[in-house]
Every structure is written in structure tokens, then in C-alpha cells.
């Protein structure tokens, strides 16, 4: 078979991995002809992003999952037959879930249901925040930005 490139390289496993770590999504993506997942169960969390006016799914990603880099990314996000689009945030330093995903439009809540997130585009670092009022304002650009790539008014 012959070597597929991207990019004036050859497309190796080791590449892809390299592209998911450095959380470029969009190049792994291509690479892989296909959409990179994390699946996982949606687990409780502390409700913080409800306090701030952004809340969250917390997925428990499948273990063994190659993680893309902590940080924020525009996602997509299956739960069952219905699909949204959203904001993710990979923890850095996971405690008892892996990401958190702001659902666009979704509302309620559900817990032990199996999710399935496609990050689509790594749109910035993570960030420690001095206070709830300064995330709050950063979330509030995040979520901006992300809807725009959706093009989402």
C-alpha cells in the first residue's frame, strides 16, 4: 500500500499522537480521515460552571484514551441519538473527570449516560483564574469565540 501524506509527510500513528498531544485537532482530524473521540460517562460534578451561568457535563473519558493537551477546544458532543456543539475544557490536573463540556443547546441534567466528544479546534491554554469573576468574563469570550467557529449566533 502506499504511504498517504499530509503536508509533504507520510501520515504515521506516531504523527497522529504527536498532533492530538500538541491538541491540533484539525491536522490529527485529517490525518485520520475521520474524527478523533473521547468517550466516556457523564459523571456529577461541583456545579461551578452552573454557579457561573456555564453549566457543564463532566465526562469520565474511557481509560486508555490518548488525551489531547488540557486546555480549551470548540466540540462537538453525542449522547445518544442527539448531537451538540459546545465548549470543552481538558483538566490539567484531573480529579473525578476527565473534561467538562458547556452544551450549547442543551438543558437538564443527566448522569452514567455514555457520551461521545469530538474536539474539533484547541482555542486557548488553561488558565489560573484569581477569581470567579475574572473566569466568568474569560468563559464568556471562550464561548464567543467557540460560536463563531460554529457559527452560531
Do not use: W
Amino acid at each position: 500500500m502506499e504511504p498517504f501524506y499530509l503536508d509533504q509527510k507520510p501520515v504515521s500513528s506516531s504523527r497522529i499522537r504527536s498532533a492530538i498531544k500538541d491538541g491540533d485537532m484539525e491536522k490529527a482530524n485529517r490525518m485520520l480521515n475521520e474524527p478523533f473521540t473521547l468517550p466516556g460517562t457523564i459523571v456529577k460534578g461541583k456545579g461551578l460552571g452552573r454557579d457561573l451561568g456555564f453549566p457543564t457535563i463532566n465526562i469520565r473519558v474511557d481509560e486508555g484514551k490518548l488525551m489531547p493537551k488540557p486546555g480549551v477546544y470548540a466540540a462537538s458532543c453525542e449522547i445518544g441519538e442527539n448531537s451538540y456543539n459546545g465548549m470543552m475544557y481538558i483538566h490539567p490536573q484531573p480529579e473525578n473527570c476527565d473534561l467538562e463540556v458547556n452544551l450549547f443547546d442543551f438543558e437538564g441534567t443527566i448522569y452514567d449516560k455514555r457520551a461521545v466528544v469530538v474536539p474539533r479546534k484547541f482555542t486557548r491554554e488553561s488558565i489560573k483564574f484569581d477569581n470567579y469573576e475574572d473566569l466568568k468574563k474569560r468563559l464568556a469570550l471562550d464561548e464567543e469565540e467557540i460560536k463563531r467557529y460554529f457559527e452560531i449566533e
